[in-house]
């Protein structure tokens, strides 16, 4: 019987009514009918300083980080709805993944949360270019993470007419690039899973 893949679902901002939180929102509901067991966190949940390797020397890793990262663990894989700001990735989503990185062990025993991690890509701007500059910087940065990162994607442009009173896509194309990420980063998933379970 195929294992049903986990994938932990987030976006990279917390502002109230995001472009990228609505974004997340409807790859979770596509992931869920795709049949994964799909989980939408938040990053305000898991509020952490700017890196500083001053206070990693002298506090560790924030604790947040280490729950965060042992969250990614327990997935199969992740699926992040980014902004973009400035024409690259935010600080809070940067600041994130930079602190993830660095959790090196858990309760003693060796660990690197995001390593052979399968993540999936989506952007969002109120703008025509969908958020495209940022994704592919974000895309580096996880590789550079390395992650496995699947090569489909979607880009939501118009970020404040995109999406209907339902949460769902206006246009077709849209839904259609969503299914897709989702289908690609499900079967990806499931061959490279490297869940730990908590």
Do not use: Q
């Given at each position: 019987m195929a294992v049903i893949p986990r994938i932990l679902v987030f976006a990279g901002s917390i502002r109230a009514g995001a472009y990228s939180g609505r974004t997340a929102d409807a790859a979770l509901k596509e992931l869920a009918l795709q049949g994964a067991e799909a989980t939408r966190i938040s990053l305000a949940d898991y509020p952490l300083p700017i890196l500083d390797e001053d206070l990693e020397r002298e506090k560790g890793v924030p604790e947040n980080a280490v729950k965060l990262g042992r969250l990614i663990s327990a997935y199969d894989g992740v699926l992040i709805a980014t902004p973009e700001y400035n024409g690259s990735i935010p600080p809070l989503l940067k600041n994130t993944i930079d602190w993830v990185s660095r959790v090196r062990r858990?309760?003693?025993?060796?660990?690197?949360?995001?390593?052979?991690?399968v993540a999936g890509l989506c952007s969002s701007s109120n703008g025509h270019f969908a958020g495209i500059r940022c994704i592919n910087h974000l895309r580096a940065?996880?590789?550079r993470c390395q992650m496995e990162v699947v090569t489909a994607e979607c880009s939501v442009p118009d970020g404040g007419d995109a999406f209907d009173g339902d949460g769902n896509?206006?246009?077709?194309?849209?839904?259609?690039?969503?299914e897709h990420l989702c289908r690609t980063l499900i079967e990806t998933s499931r061959m490279l899973s490297t869940r730990i379970e908590a």
């Open positions: 858990d309760g003693g025993r060796p660990v690197r949360p995001l390593a052979g991690k940065v996880l590789v896509f206006r246009d077709e194309r849209l839904h259609t690039s969503m």
